[in-house]
């Protein structure tokens, strides 16, 4: 590594030979060490390390591991990453023909590779669906699977127990009674069956109090202090009150 002062006069310029940048990255070919500690250890920039690992890296180690001995090897070696390239093409195109919306419903993943299962492998489409191969075989042949089971069981036991409790009952006291009985449930789960099956619990009615009914044909009682003249006495005589209050030496009481 050599330095030579630039035009400006102020910093130097740095110029690395060959041999050193070979250096650097058979480095940090052979360490576990990453770009950014490889380039403090040496002193010199991370954009360097990556750029001269770009250029002599394959010589000072393959990425893909020591290369193949023989032709046939080697011929090997490139059928196996074709095979890989085209499963992760095939999958991108899953992926693609999705348009980036969530996969949904077991059903619903389950018609989505019965749409693309002539297009591509059924074991590519489980795979990226995040569903199983003998799952999908199942509901091909009409079976039930277990989550379809278990769903339909426990959407029974919701029905007898809403009923039991005359639809008063909500998600979360259903979820509650489920789990008193020994049912291991959760309560999302319960609120979307419930929901599937239009079940609701029925709510009270809000009891709006009234303190005066103006509603009526009866007559209604005139405002006497309107009808008074200015007080002379005290306010306290012209205050209205309710006739269960009592006078006392202390003040007026009221009954609790």
Known sequence: MNEEKN???SKPARFYTEEFRRSVVDHWCHSDKTAVQVAQEFGIKVWNVRDWRRRYGPAA???DGPLPETPEAMSRE???????LARV???RDI???NHGHSFGSIEGRYRMIEELCKEHAVQDLCEVLEVSRSGYYAW???QESGRELGNRILTEQIKQLFESK?????SPRITEELR???QCCNHKRVERLMRQEGLKGRTGKGRKVRTTHSDHDQPIAPNRLLERSAPTKPMRSGWPTSPMCRRRRAGCLSPR
């Open 7 to 9: 035009s400006g006069g």
């Open 61 to 63: 180690k393959p990425l």
């Open 78 to 84: 490139i059928q196996q990453l074709r095979k890989e």
């Open 89 to 91: 093409r095939a999958q």
């Open 95 to 97: 992926l693609k023909k």
């Open 140 to 142: 091909c042949r009409g």
């Open 166 to 170: 005359r639809g008063r009952y909500g």
């Open 180 to 182: 008193r009985s020994g």
